[in-house]
Nanobody, 120 residues
């Protein structure tokens, strides 16, 4: 079993910054792609950013130039640095990781999410 735990959410004023973290634990052999998604009230879940195992990144157009995704493979952790936050960034942010377990099964795992609220 693998567990993902997010942290770093909170309340921030527009224009401010937050840094989210997501750490995986459990039966892990390796982690392929890692990503952040978000879901605002009444809206569908949407992709925010992804990073491959070799560090290639991809961002939603709405966050390009403001958010940066990174990873620390030694800590099984993915980060999301969010700058110049806007009220429309308010959402529950969830991490997703494609994990290969120690018995070589590959599965996608989701964290439970961390709430980011941006006030105007």
């Amino acid at each position: 079993q693998v567990q993902l735990v997010e942290s770093g959410g909170g309340l921030v004023q527009a224009g401010g910054s937050l840094r989210l973290s997501c750490t995986a634990s459990g039966s892990i052999f390796s982690i392929n792609a890692m990503g952040w998604y978000r879901q605002a009230p009444g809206k569908q879940r949407e992709l925010v950013a992804t990073i491959t195992d070799v560090g290639s990144t991809n961002y939603a157009d709405s966050v390009k130039g403001r958010f940066t995704i990174s990873r620390d493979n030694t800590k099984n952790t993915v980060y999301l640095q969010m700058n110049s936050l806007k009220p429309e960034d308010t959402a529950v942010y969830l991490c997703n990781e494609n994990v290969v377990s120690r018995d070589y099964y590959r599965m996608n795992y989701w964290g439970k999410g961390t709430l980011v609220t941006v006030s105007s």
